[in-house]
Nanobody, 123 residues
C-alpha cells in the first residue's frame, strides 16, 4: 500500500510558476513509476508527465512539453512537478499516481492515487 499526498497548488496569474510536490509513504518508493495527471472542470482526467523509478527517464504530454518538468527525490520519497509559463488552460486538479513497475504505463494502470491539489491560473 502506498499513500500519496499532493501539495503546492494555488491561484496564480498566467506566466507564473508553481511547483507541486507529492509525498509518498508506505512501501519502497524507488520501486514505483510516478505520474502526474490533471482534470479540468467538465473534462476527463489526462496525462501530464511521468518519471521512471530512477528519475533518469521522463515523458510529457505535448501540451506541457517545454514548460513543465517532473523530477523525483527517492531519498525523500517525493515527486515534483515544476510548472512554468502557466496558462489559463492549465487550470485543473492535479493528481499524482504510482505504479510498481519498470516501464511507463497507461493512466488506467496506475494503482495508487493522491487526493489532488487545485491549480488555478487566471488570465
Amino acid at each position: 500500500q502506498v499513500q500519496l499526498v499532493e501539495s503546492g497548488g494555488g491561484v496564480v496569474q498566467a506566466g507564473d510558476s508553481l511547483r507541486l510536490s507529492c509525498a509518498a509513504s508506505g512501501r519502497t518508493f524507488g520501486n514505483y513509476v510516478m505520474g502526474w495527471f490533471r482534470q479540468a472542470p467538465g473534462k476527463e482526467r489526462e496525462f501530464v508527465a511521468t518519471v521512471s523509478r530512477s528519475g533518469l527517464s521522463t515523458s510529457y504530454a505535448d501540451s506541457v512539453k517545454g514548460r513543465f518538468a517532473i523530477s523525483r527525490d527517492n531519498a525523500k520519497n517525493t515527486v515534483y512537478l515544476q510548472m512554468n509559463s502557466l496558462k489559463p488552460e492549465d487550470t485543473a486538479v492535479y493528481y499524482c499516481a504510482a505504479k510498481e513497475t519498470r516501464v511507463f504505463v497507461a493512466m488506467s494502470d496506475y494503482d495508487y492515487w493522491g487526493q489532488g491539489t487545485q491549480v488555478t491560473v487566471s488570465s
